[in-house]
């Protein structure tokens, strides 16, 4: 089993994450951020990654630090749990439907973090949570796990719809790249014989 711990404790948040890679989906996530919580049970639950995430984060500043380190602890975690990388699927991609809304991701489990975003929202929040930080959520994570990830809007109107289609798809794509192939026999998918780099 492909799987991670990460403590991650600054003056700002004190974080727990577990991750099962080849887990069922099933997940135990308490941010203090209802939505954000919402969102990353979304991707548990849609990737069939196993994710515990417990935050106590400084939200009588404000949601960015715990938004941020939720994102890098997650992705550390993930990181973690893929090892050398070998056998993995390394690409994924999905286009994510929810109701009026198309969002497109795609994304390669290179060792080489870039992130393009190209996505928005036309209201400031979304429950208590600050829809600018969303954006940096999936940089934060991208840069943590070491992936080239392309998230785009294609269209849509309802914010929450627009989110919810965005962190699907995001996890299909993940589900895809983290999976192992077994027509690769174990090996690293890369020419060079290593991801990263």
């Not at 974080?15 to 989906?25: A, F, Q, R, S």
């Not at 050398?84 to 080489?112: F, N, Q």
């Amino acid at each position: 089993m492909r799987t991670a711990r990460i403590e991650r404790k600054t003056s700002e948040t004190a974080i727990l994450v577990e991750v099962n890679l080849d887990g069922t989906g099933a997940y135990d996530v308490s941010t203090g951020i209802g939505f954000l919580d919402h969102m990353v049970e979304q991707f548990s639950r849609h990737s069939l990654i196993d994710i515990t995430l417990k935050v106590d984060g400084d939200l009588h500043v404000d949601q960015h630090h715990t938004t941020e380190d939720s994102a890098i602890a997650l992705g550390q975690a993930i990181s973690e749990a893929l090892g050398d990388k070998a056998g993995i699927g390394r690409y994924g991609s999905a286009y994510s439907p929810m109701d009026e809304t198309l969002a497109r991701v795609a994304l390669d489990i290179s060792g080489r973090p870039y992130f393009v975003w190209n996505a928005g929202f036309t209201q400031e929040r979304l429950g208590e949570m600050d829809t600018e930080l969303f954006e940096h959520w999936f940089a934060s994570m991208a840069q943590a796990v070491g992936i080239t990830l392309h998230i785009e809007l294609l269209y849509g109107s309802n914010n929450h719809h627009i989110c919810e289609g965005i962190y699907k798809g995001f996890a299909r794509a993940m589900r895809q790249a983290v999976e192992i192939d077994p027509r690769k026999g174990g090996a690293v998918p890369s020419t060079k014989g290593q991801l990263g780099g």
